[in-house]
């Protein structure tokens, strides 16, 4: 009877010590984690504001501001996540692999912004200082992604290959291979359909409107077909550029390719 007492006692001060928790607002970083894996960005910035109001130092700091640059991605907030990974940056010792990821995300708010110079630099910069990272099929990506957007197709082919040969099992060597069959000028990317049908309708749709749209059919990594849905086959960026604009504010979603 005391034993029972006891453990009645101590589930009613666990239930109390909770709910005390989320009263307060507790946040741990594996609900960060979650938010970001469900693409809830919204509610994962929010958590990750009040981690660091709450805590202010220390490794788990770091990492919600890496969460929160995360999150500032998701919310297409490129100058705020950038900003969130440089205070990693200045934070954390070089030899943390949380160094490398937050500049891995500098890098990636550049390409986002179209800044493309400044994203190729500092991927080169990444590359030159950290030969050995685990990131490298990453790099090597980016490296040739930013090369193909400043038309520099031979140099980006080089670091596609370079990619495809030394890591060739990874989801980088297997976009590296798409990008490879891209041709060499632009075009606006409008959706992606596992579905011909409704890409096909898609593509009508825009040159029933007096686009020049059509289908690309390429695979996944696991080999399924789908349909890209393209417009344009453009010579310079600046051209895909306004293109682009021209048609989100029609209300397509967007993307330069290649």
């Known amino acids: 009877m005391k034993i029972s007492s006891a453990y009645s006692r101590t589930r009613h001060s666990v239930f109390i010590f909770l709910t005390i928790l989320v009263l307060s607002g507790f946040t741990k970083l594996s609900d960060i984690e979650t938010a970001i894996i469900e693409k809830d960005f919204k509610t994962a910035k929010t958590l990750s504001e009040k981690f660091i109001k709450k805590y202010k130092s220390g490794p788990n700091f770091n990492q919600a501001q890496y969460y929160l640059g995360i ?31 937050a500049w891995l995300g500098v890098i990636d708010t550049l390409g986002l912004e179209e800044k493309f110079e400044e994203d190729l630099s500092q991927a080169e910069r990444f590359l030159k200082e950290r030969p050995n990272s685990e ?14 957007k400043l038309s520099r197709w031979e140099t980006a082919e080089w670091y596609l290959k370079k990619l495809i040969s030394t890591f060739p099992n990874t989801f980088e060597a297997h976009t590296a291979r798409q990008l490879l069959e891209e041709k060499r000028y632009f075009a606006i990317q409008v959706g992606s359909f596992l579905d011909r049908n409704r890409a096909t ?9 007096g686009e020049y749209a059509y289908l690309i059919e390429t695979q ?3 080999g399924n077909p789908f349909y ?3 417009v344009g086959q453009l010579r310079n960026l600046d051209e895909a550029r306004w293109m682009k ?13 290649p």
């Open 228 to 230: 890209r849905v393209r």
């Open 135 to 148: 990131f490298l099929s990453i790099i090597y990506l980016k490296i040739g992604r930013a090369n193909l």
């Open 220 to 222: 996944d990594h696991d």
């Open 201 to 209: 309708q898609l593509a009508e749709e825009l040159k029933q409107k």
């Open 71 to 101: 999150s500032e991605i998701g919310l297409a907030q490129y100058a705020d996540a950038q900003a969130a990974f440089n205070k990693v940056l200045q934070k954390v010792d070089p030899a943390d692999s949380l160094y490398e990821k």
């Open 245 to 257: 604009e021209r048609l989100s504010s029609q209300g397509y979603p967007t993307h330069i390719y």
